[in-house]
């Protein structure tokens, strides 16, 4: 007996120092990093950056399996063969521009800029680029439509291995680069994290350009940032993000294909209502078939709803300045196609008229054409004709009537598919007294390279339609 409790008693400082030693090697493995980390909690997401040092970046580094480049293109020529019937070029001898782009959904963008030069086609994310003022980055989705702020430079693009998630980025025309965080949802990719405003806010400097990074898993990225100060000098840091988590939910876009019309009216916008509508369109949509395949189709007019435009006019009175657009959709039976879109393009009804009421704007189907038309009281009125064509409803004809009172003083009439113009003026110069209108008509031949498209006209109080054509 006295030999076993000796035993014990020489076995128990064994046991506790085996112990102790134990729970010291747990608190040495939970023991959170030596590095500067910054913990960033936002509503949509939540990550780490640690400050590593760049023996750790290229030893994980080694570790991961690269992921598959992005095909580029950068032969014009081959880019404009492989994008025909999607992207329309400017070309001038050596400059090759954007002029317009037919989104595979079925929207259109018609660039405004003649600086815009083509820089590359990446196949993979159905993305071109292209430079735009100081050498700044313009990118489309050609899919859906998406601009340079979820497109991104796909020269910029990092994904994770599983390509859930990417780092993605561009340049804005200044010193830095733009950083942003995206995630796979719902078969795109939307933007969750802006890394470079991530930065500012807490270094209050800017993530500048960022030459390497990778993807230890669909969770941890580690990036290599260089920061030039001076010509030749710089500063390299080096990070590891965790993402801890991202509950995002992306701001509802406009959709192009629906049953519901009212689905296509985008964020910022609601249907405009005409106060004294015609008979069929008290729910303030105007149908017609404009496409000629025997469905009514649909046309909408939409207001913005920016608080910030109701203003007080020149009587005092509050009223709401918000410009107005139009959307104009295809009946495909058992839903609705986009057709067009343009979103500001007429001003509000509330705009100031001088000695007279602001003109009233009316849209209409005609002989399967659409007309907007312009009516100006006493003072007369105008209209343009658009029809469906080329995939945009391009203006073949414009009518226009200048009165004074009862009285027409002029009337003109361009045919913009027979390149003829008709002017009528009233040679009575009892008009005045209530004499009869006597007209004389001069008809004249008009030259133009391409129909105007309703897409291109940006503002339809600035637009001139004497710039639609020329004289031969």
């Not at 992005?70 to 404009?80: E, N």
């Not at 890394?195 to 390497?212: A, D, G």
Request: proline share 4%.
């Amino acid at each position: 007996m006295k030999t076993r409790s000796a035993f014990l008693l020489f076995l128990l400082p064994l046991l506790f120092f085996a112990s102790c030693n134990q729970t010291s090697k747990s608190q040495s493995q939970v023991q959170k990093s030596k590095n500067q980390i910054w913990e960033v909690r936002e509503k949509n997401y939540s990550l780490d950056i640690e400050f590593i040092d760049s023996i750790q970046f290229y030893v994980e580094k080694s570790k991961t399996k690269p992921v598959d480049t992005l095909q580029k293109i950068t032969d014009f020529a081959t880019a404009k063969k492989m994008l025909t019937g999607v992207v329309e070029f400017r070309e001038h001898q050596e400059y090759k521009g954007l002029r317009r782009i037919l989104f595979r959904n079925g929207g259109i963008y018609n660039s405004p800029y003649d600086e815009e030069g083509f820089v590359a086609y990446y196949p993979s994310e159905d993305i071109i680029l292209f430079e735009g003022g100081h050498s700044s980055d313009v990118s489309f989705d050609l899919k859906d439509g998406r601009e340079t702020e979820i497109a991104g430079n796909p020269d910029l693009m990092y994904n994770s291995p599983q390509k859930t998630v990417r780092l993605n980025g561009y340049y804005p025309g200044q010193e830095c680069d733009t950083y942003f965080i995206q995630k796979k949802m719902a078969g795109r990719f939307e933007n969750i994290i802006p890394l470079s405003e991530v930065f500012e806010k807490r270094e209050k400097t800017f993530l500048c350009h960022i030459p390497e990074a990778f993807w230890q898993n669909e969770e941890v990225l580690y990036m290599k940032e260089v920061m030039f100060w001076e010509e030749n000098k710089h500063v390299t840091k080096y990070y590891k993000i965790t993402l801890i988590n991202t509950n995002f939910e992306p701001v509802k876009e406009a959709v192009w294909r629906s049953k519901n019309p009212f689905d296509f009216i985008p964020e910022g916008y609601k249907l405009f209502k005409d106060e004294y509508p015609a008979e069929g369109q008290e729910d303030g949509l105007i149908k017609g078939d404009l496409n000629k395949d025997g469905l009514e189709d649909v046309i909408m007019l939409i207001k913005g709803t920016d608080t910030s435009m109701v203003v007080k006019n020149t009587h005092g009175k509050m009223v709401d300045r918000n410009r107005r657009g139009i959307i104009i959709l295809f009946n495909k039976k058992d839903h609705y196609e986009l057709g067009l879109k343009n979103y500001t393009c007429f001003t509000s009804e509330n705009e100031e008229g001088g000695v007279y009421f602001p003109p009233d704007l009316g849209i209409m189907v005609e002989r399967g054409n659409l007309k907007i038309h312009y009516a100006h009281g006493r003072y007369g009125h105008w209209a343009y004709t658009f029809t469906y064509r080329n995939r945009d409803f391009e203006m073949i004809g414009y009518d226009e009537s200048s009165n004074h009172g009862p009285v027409v003083l002029s009337e003109t009439s361009i045919n913009f598919l027979t390149k003829k113009k008709l002017t009528r003026k009233n040679i009575n110069q009892a008009e005045d007294d209530g004499g009869e209108e006597v007209f004389e008509d001069t008809w004249e031949d008009i030259s133009l390279e391409e129909l105007t498209r309703l897409s291109e006209i940006r503002n339809f109080e600035e637009f001139d339609v004497s710039e639609a054509y020329s004289k031969p």
